[in-house]
């Protein structure tokens, strides 16, 4: 009984955290949320590549030779390069700024992604919080205010939510990752289990949910092991900056290029959520 009236309550919390992806990050106007005042932080957001434990082989793959970490130096034998950012905004005021592996975001920031694909392939990307509730942010066809589709084509710019839209974060603190996967064929498994997540989610079925949620966090996991490399993520001084407008103002960003993805790996950043 106790565990199930912790899984009621865990569900209920995640539960209010996605009905916030869905809703108030696209209609801040019309949300209830207020951000709070955020903590002094001195530190400086950074792009880093995600820590990764390596266990399983890939065929993607001409070489394996670990370091001393675990980290294969192999070179993936069809590799996908991306051009992405990871922006943030503090408190949904000034400029964007970068973020990446080990930042510190907190309640009330603006979250963005940009990306633009060297060849048409399937596009994922998720977001799993503190209480291990999930959350898709791209393909978002089936969020107010977006219309992101797969297969995304090669060449054209995408925002993430949408081209005058961020994500706010809400006042669930704790660690959150992002998941970035790319694949040149549909990922049946990924789609099958989210759109199962999100009929128990509109039926609050709790049970289902954190069963649901388990099997994608278990997908996540599985498919990190299977990568051999971690992905360089460097600015792309050479490229034209990337502009974009919200609320009124005009922004523009340098992008970011994504080195080294191999098919059906996971990129992963995790940062910390503060009030």
Request: aromatic share 12%; proline share 4%; hydrophobic share 40%.
């Amino acid at each position: 009984m106790l565990k199930i009236i912790g899984a009621l309550v865990v569900a209920l919390l995640g539960g209010t955290a996605l009905l916030y992806i869905e809703y108030c990050w696209f209609d801040s106007e019309n949300c209830s949320f207020q951000a709070s005042r955020l903590f002094d932080d001195n530190t400086e957001p950074k792009i880093a590549t995600a820590t990764v434990n390596l266990s399983v082989p890939s065929s993607d793959c001409k070489k394996s030779s670990f370091d001393s970490q675990g980290v294969d130096d192999c070179e993936p034998i069809n590799p996908l390069a991306f051009k992405i950012n990871y922006l943030y905004q503090n408190g949904g005021k000034g400029d964007f700024q970068p973020f990446g592996e080990g930042s510190v975001l907190h309640s009330g920031d603006s979250l963005k992604l940009l990306f633009k694909p060297t060849e048409a392939v399937y596009v994922y990307i998720f977001i799993v919080d503190s209480h291990g509730n999930i959350g898709r942010l791209f393909p978002t066809i089936d969020l107010r205010g977006a219309a992101n589709r797969n297969p995304v084509q090669k060449g054209l710019q995408y925002f993430v939510p949408a081209h005058h839209k961020s994500f706010r974060l809400d006042r669930n603190t704790g660690q959150e990752s992002l998941y970035f996967i790319a694949t040149r064929q549909a990922e049946a498994v990924l789609e099958q289990q989210y759109q199962k997540l999100f009929i128990a989610q509109q039926a609050q079925a709790v049970e289902n949910i954190t069963l649901i949620q388990e099997q994608l966090l278990f997908e996540f996991q599985k498919k990190e092991k299977q990568r051999l490399i971690e992905p360089k993520l460097v600015t792309d001084v050479a490229s034209e900056p990337i502009s974009f407008e919200e609320s009124g103002e005009t922004f523009s960003v340098l992008p970011a290029y994504l080195n080294n993805l191999c098919e059906g790996c996971v990129y992963r950043v995790t940062f910390k959520h503060d009030l």
